[in-house]
């Protein structure tokens, strides 16, 4: 008997879902991606509950024509500007009489490392282990049979405000669907996107979505620091409203169909006609108005991302450079731009799709999309689940939050 398992990530402007049908035997098969219009949330939070509980059910509308059951195993992508990266230490001494580390020892310092004193409206979301430590020794990956006195773990938490995440899976619930795991979008992003040899030299992820803009930063294999910025290509849209006079959508339709992140790009002089856009639109404007305008604004977030690598003393200094996905990733010339802010190469890039069997060249050209990064990673960290048992594999609890949430991620390696 086969098994499915959705992906869904709420936007502010689409609600992404990918879903994928496992089997006993082979790859699993990707079956389905698409996008639904969103409303109802922004930057990560539920600000109408009714609103978004009307997005997701439209979603798993669609969902539901594959598979009924397939709603009951999703796995949500969630992160506001609320999401906070800490590093945490957990340390025990080896249990057994002749010294040798078992699972429970494992067990043992994993919970120490947990004991956070959060307030009681944060939850944790995330527990990354880093490397474990067997008398003073590190860089560990699996301690489980080796002779030690003393067991410590450096590992990194992801917690969040719990409210808000409460509100997103509310809505998932409320439109029948049953969420299977929680996950930090930016990992689940990282999931589809990087390699292990960027992971390893040294590289920033960079996810602009509409209403905000997520970064992770990887060193060594390891999460080396995260964050989100409650903007994104919507601040370019709203400006351009203003600066063109018109409405938003008008705005938005401009912004995808002539804008260029870089001024200099684009003819000095060459008109847009709004009613090529809009045939009820009025006015002129030149391309070069338009990308000054945007490229301010992409300017602005890049300025964020380098600000954030410099508390790290990574600023400049990754050698596998930037990395840039989400629907804002498809402006023209953002990675020039990219390159220039940051002082790092850039790339542009898509989900890694070849764990997956694909079920034909209209869905291989679908996916082949960066706005599809942490749906198709929020897959990947679900089928992971299937294959855990070890300490090096994803590990999803089963502690509840409020009774609505029964499967919370603990702790993975990247």
């Keep these: 008997m086969s098994n499915y398992i959705v992906g869904l990530d709420l936007g502010s402007q689409n609600i992404k879902v990918a879903v994928a049908e496992i089997k006993k035997e082979g790859k699993p098969s990707l079956v389905k991606v698409f996008k639904v219009p969103s ?44 999401t906070k990266i800490q590093t945490s230490k957990g340390i025990v001494a080896v249990s057994r009489a002749d010294f ?3 699972k429970d020892d494992l067990d043992r310092v994993i919970d120490a490392s947990r004991a956070l004193n959060l307030p009681p409206n944060r939850m944790v979301l995330h527990l990354i282990i880093q490397e ?18 003393r067991l410590e773990v450096n590992s990194t938490i992801v917690d969040a405000f719990a409210p808000t995440v409460k509100n997103v899976s509310r809505c998932v619930e409320i439109a029948g669907g049953a969420v299977s795991g929680l996950i930090f979008g930016q ?3 990282a999931r589809s996107i990087l390699s292990r040899n960027q992971k390893e030299l040294g590289v920033v992820l960079i996810d602009i979505g509409y209403g905000k803009t997520s970064m992770s930063v990887y060193e060594e294999n390891r999460l080396l620091h995260a964050a989100v910025f409650p903007f994104g290509s919507s601040h370019l849209t709203n ?35 709004l009613r090529r856009v809009d045939p009820a639109a009025r006015g002129a404007v030149t391309r070069r108005s338009i990308a000054e305008i945007i490229e301010a604004r992409l300017g602005e977030i890049f300025e964020s991302v380098d600000s954030e690598l410099k508390r790290i003393g990574r600023s400049a200094k990754l050698p596998g450079g930037a990395v840039i996905v989400g629907g804002g990733a498809k402006m023209p010339s953002i990675v020039e731009l990219a390159r220039h802010e940051l002082r790092l190469p850039a790339q542009i890039a898509i989900p890694n799709v070849e764990e997956f069997n694909l079920g034909g060249n ?24 299937t294959t855990e048992g070890s300490p090096t594999s994803s590990s999803i609890g089963s502690r509840g939050v409020s009774g609505l949430l029964k499967n919370i991620f603990k702790s993975f390696l990247p």
């Design 187 to 189: 990992l689940a992003a």
């Design 239 to 273: 400006d351009l409203a203003i600066g063109m006079k018109c409405s938003v959508p008008i705005a938005e339709m401009v912004k995808v169909s002539f804008g260029s992140a870089r001024t200099g790009d684009v003819p000095a002089r060459e008109m847009i006609d």
């Design 362 to 385: 209209d869905l291989t050209a679908q996916v082949e999309d960066p706005e599809y990064a942490c749906v198709i990673g929020l897959l990947g960290l679900g089928i992971d689940k």
């Design 39 to 82: 409303s109802g949330i922004r930057r990560g939070i539920v600000d109408d509950v009714a609103e978004a509980t009307r997005s997701v059910n439209n979603a798993l509308a669609e969902v539901k024509k594959i598979s009924k059951n397939a709603i009951k195993n999703i796995y949500l992508g969630v992160g506001s500007n609320d």
């Design 132 to 149: 474990f430590i067997v008398d003073g020794v590190g860089g560990i990956k699996d301690p489980i049979g080796m002779v030690g006195n």
């Design 100 to 102: 040798e580390i078992s």
